[in-house]
Nanobody, 116 residues
């Protein structure tokens, strides 16, 4: 079994920054892709960005230039650095880990609220 523990969410003013972390533990063999998704009230879950095992990244257009994904393979952890936050970034943020074999796993979600 695999567990994903997210941390780092909270309340921040517009223009502020937050850093989310997602640590995987348990029966981990080989992690392929690690990513972040978000879901705002009344909206579908959407991809924020993801990072592959080779370090290549993709981002949603809405966060390009403001958010950065990174990973520490030794710690089985993925990070999301969020800068210049906007009210429309308010959502529950979920990490997702894809392994080379087996199902994908999701974190429990962490709330990010951008408000003055």
């Amino acid at each position: 079994q695999v567990q994903l523990v997210e941390s780092g969410g909270g309340l921040v003013q517009p223009g502020g920054s937050l850093r989310l972390s997602c640590a995987a533990s348990g029966s981990i063999f080989s992690i392929d892709t690690m990513g972040w998704y978000r879901q705002a009230p009344g909206k579908q879950r959407e991809l924020v960005g993801r990072i592959s095992s080779d370090g290549s990244t993709i981002y949603a257009d809405s966060v390009k230039g403001r958010f950065t994904i990174s990973r520490d393979n030794a710690k089985n952890t993925v990070y999301l650095q969020m800068n210049s936050l906007k009210p429309e970034d308010t959502a529950v943020y979920y990490c997702k880990v894809r392994f080379t074999v087996g199902p994908d796993y999701w974190g429990q979600g962490t709330q990010v609220t951008v408000s003055s």
